[in-house]
Structure formats: C-alpha cells, structure tokens
C-alpha cells in the first residue's frame, strides 16, 4: 500500500493506493471482517500540531490502514530505522522509506485520556490519579460514502463531552471520516484508530503515555465471548507505541463493567457520564444495547428493579427482545449473567426467557465484583501497576486463585 498524505493547517488528508499483493479484504477489531471501500479519509485537529514525528504519523496511518497492508506500507516521508524494524518484527510488514539518520522519537512527559464521555475513561483516571489532557474522536460525514450510521448522534456525544471541558478539563477532538473506510458498517479498523488525535498532537502537547477505559471485556473477555490472553493484539500495539515514543496504558484491563462504573461515582464529574451514542443532549435514548447494559448494570449495584418507564422503552426495540428470546452465547454474556442474577423482578419483564436460559446466581457471578489481578503485570508498566493496585485498595478487592481461573476458562459457549 503506497499513502500519500497532505497536512494543511490542522487538516490531515490521507490518499491511499493499492499494491497489487493487496486486497479490499481485511480482519478488524474484535476479529470482524472488513472491506476497504474507498480511497481516502481525512483527520482534523483542533490544535496546531507543528511539526510531526514521520514515527507518530507512520503510526497514526497504522492504527486505521493496518487490515489491508499485506506487505508493506509506503509513505512520502522516511521513519526511523528503529520504528521500521518494529512493524516488521511484530505486524510482519515493510514500512519505508526509512531514514536512517532519523532518531526515534523521546516519550514525552505528559499523560493523555482517551475520552467518550463514558464510566470507564472516568474511572481510568481515578485510578491514574494524575493531570491528564482529554481527547475525543469525533465520528464525521465521508464526502463520497453514504451515512450507514444514522442513529449514531456524534454531535450529541461531543456536546455531553464538551460539559467536561466547560468544568476546567483540557480537551481536544478530532473529527475524522476513517471510519467510512469500512463496510458492512462505519467501524474503527481497529480500537486504536480513536487515538488518532492524540497520537498526531503528542509531540506539540509532550505526550508519553496514552491512557484507555478499556476494561476486561475488551483486554481479555472478547466483549463476553471468551478468554484470550492478549486481547485484540495488545502486545502488538503496545510495541508499536512505544517505539513512537508513546505508552499504552489500561488501569482498568482487570476491572469489569461493574468495577469501573463503581469507581467511576468517585469522580468530580460523574454526573455527565453517558454511554448511549444513540440518545439527545437531555437523555440517553433508552432503546439500544448500551442503554439496555446500563440500566441493567445500576439496577444491580443498587439491588432495584428497572423502572418502568425503562422497560417500556427497552422493549420497544425489536432488536433487544429477538436478543431475548434466542439462545446463547451472547455478546456481553458475563454482564447479563450478572445483572439478571441481581435485578429484582427482571423475570416478569421481556427479560425473562434470557434470565432463565443463563440461569446464572449471585455466586457464580461474585468473581465480576473484583479486580483480576494479573491485568497489573500484563497490561501495566510497573511504577503504573504499582500506583493502580493502591488505588484499587479504596475501591475493590483482587480476585482469588479460583476466580482468576474463571476468568481464564471464560467462554459464552460453555
């Protein structure tokens, strides 16, 4: 694949070409396949980012173009020797020209956050517990690909962002259309794809680590589906980052959803938390599986029902009761299992016959209460893992030796 890329301003336009050993065809995040559907994509910025590393930009075009590289990608400006020797040990691509008098780039000495807005980047900074700069992916309109996304409301979801920053945050947002590049549905080619911004702006903002919400569904559970030691290719990423002079951090990798939302109410701004990309500026839309996970997910911590009025809405989405009714395995099976065996009265709602098919219980499911610990060591450099573990000591308990097991021997399908 031979990129041509044109920055103008705080406007970064990608051009892409074809070599002929590639193809339309690729595998992205959480092993879905994907196809190239168009040519370009553009990144915009809302800082000037000066002069950028060729390392950080070689990374940035990465993080998005990486499925239908199959065995080089060419750029209009060389990178470091050491950068290039990285992708090839660990993405097994050619990526030049390389620059041999090019030094790779320093870590700086600043942290940033990715930031949706949601419960687990709030809890993320908990845990870290230091000044970090905010940074949000905004989804934009491709000139040439139609909309296949309309419910997705990406104004609304900067706006709820954007509460933040009004409270003193430092916030940046990048708006770019790379997610057209994909069919059968807007998607990031891969989750790293959302650290565009921040990896284009670490240089003028002196970033060293980048720090992600990203919990144990995502690290190690394929979002409930099963266990798999090194995620979505974390190990890759994490080299490839760091040879950027960035580091990948996750606190929460050993944390679940209900860990994360319960530390998240220790933040100063928990009350703009929102996962629903689907609702207005006033409320979540209460109709989409992140609402459905959500409420169920409250409800349980707080041993209530579900309103009544939630129910309604739920069920009104056809969607969410074919879920219902049909058998397992589920996507984000762990978290059903775990909110129905606590809900109260979730068995005389359209609920009922997805509670009855995981017949889970309280016990079985005790192990998603606590931190699992190995998370520490894989995911963590250690002055992190250290200052994450005393954190953790005012918020949750590590998992014992059988429920670390558990884990490892994960798998919806029984």
Same mark, same amino acid.
């Given at each position: ?38 040519? /370009? ?8 980012? +000066? ?16 499925? !239908? ?81 309309? &419910? ?10 954007? &509460? ?26 891969? !989750? ?30 394929? !979002? ?10 974390? /190990?890759? !990423? ?15 990798? +050993? ?6 939302? =319960? ?11 929102? /996962? ?68 109260? +009265? ?14 889970? /219980? ?7 209460? =606590?931190?699992? &610990? ?19 000591? +005012? ?20």
């Amino acid at each position: 694949m031979r990129v041509r890329t044109l920055t103008s301003g705080r406007k970064l336009e990608v051009a892409l070409r074809l070599d002929p050993e590639d193809d339309l065809q690729g595998s992205g995040q959480q092993e879905m396949a994907i196809q190239l559907l168009t040519d /370009s994509a553009t990144i915009e910025l809302d800082a000037d980012p +000066g002069r950028i590393h060729p390392d950080l930009l070689a990374l940035a075009l990465l993080a998005f173009l990486a499925p !239908w590289a199959k065995r080089r990608l060419l750029l209009d400006q060389g990178v470091s020797a050491g950068f290039a020797d990285t992708v090839s040990e660990h993405v097994g691509i050619e990526i030049g020209p390389v620059d041999d008098s090019l030094p790779q780039r320093r870590p700086g000495s600043k942290h940033g956050l990715m930031y949706s807005g949601g419960p687990d980047c709030m809890a993320a900074q908990v845990l870290l517990d230091t000044p970090m700069t905010l940074f949000h992916f905004r989804r934009v309109r491709h000139p040439r690909v139609p909309n296949r996304a309309t &419910r997705f409301q990406a104004g609304v979801q900067e706006a709820v962002v954007r &509460r933040t920053e009004s409270r003193g945050e430092e916030l940046h947002v990048a708006r770019s259309d790379l997610e057209y590049l994909c069919l059968p549905f807007p998607t990031f080619p891969h !989750w790293v794809a959302l650290t565009v911004g921040a990896v284009l702006l670490a240089e003028t903002l002196d970033l060293g680590r980048i720090a992600t919400g990203r919990n144990i569904s995502g690290i190690y559970l394929g !979002w409930g589906k099963r266990f798999t030691p090194d995620g979505e290719q974390e /190990s890759r !990423w994490e080299a490839l980052y760091s040879a950027a002079g960035l580091s990948l951090i996750h606190p929460l990798a +050993g944390a679940t959803d209900i860990v994360s939302k =319960r530390i998240s109410t220790t933040y100063p701004h928990h009350d703009l938390a929102r /996962s629903c990309v689907a609702g207005t500026l006033e409320a979540p839309c209460h109709r989409c599986k992140k609402c459905l996970l959500t409420e169920l997910i409250k409800a349980a911590i707080a041993g209530a029902p579900l309103p009544e009025h939630v129910v309604a809405s739920l069920s009104s989405n056809k969607s969410l009761t074919r879920l219902a009714n049909r058998p397992p395995p589920y996507a984000d099976q762990h978290l059903l299992a775990y909110t129905l065996a606590r809900v109260p +009265g979730a068995e005389s709602t359209f609920l009922a016959p997805l509670k009855a098919k995981l017949a889970a /219980s309280a016990d079985s499911t005790g192990w998603m209460d =606590r931190y699992y &610990r190995p998370a520490l060591i894989d995911r963590l450099p250690s002055d992190v893992a250290d200052q994450v573990a005393q954190r953790l000591e +005012g918020h949750v308990d590590f998992m014992t030796p059988e429920e670390e097991k558990i884990v490892e021997n994960w798998s919806a399908a029984g």
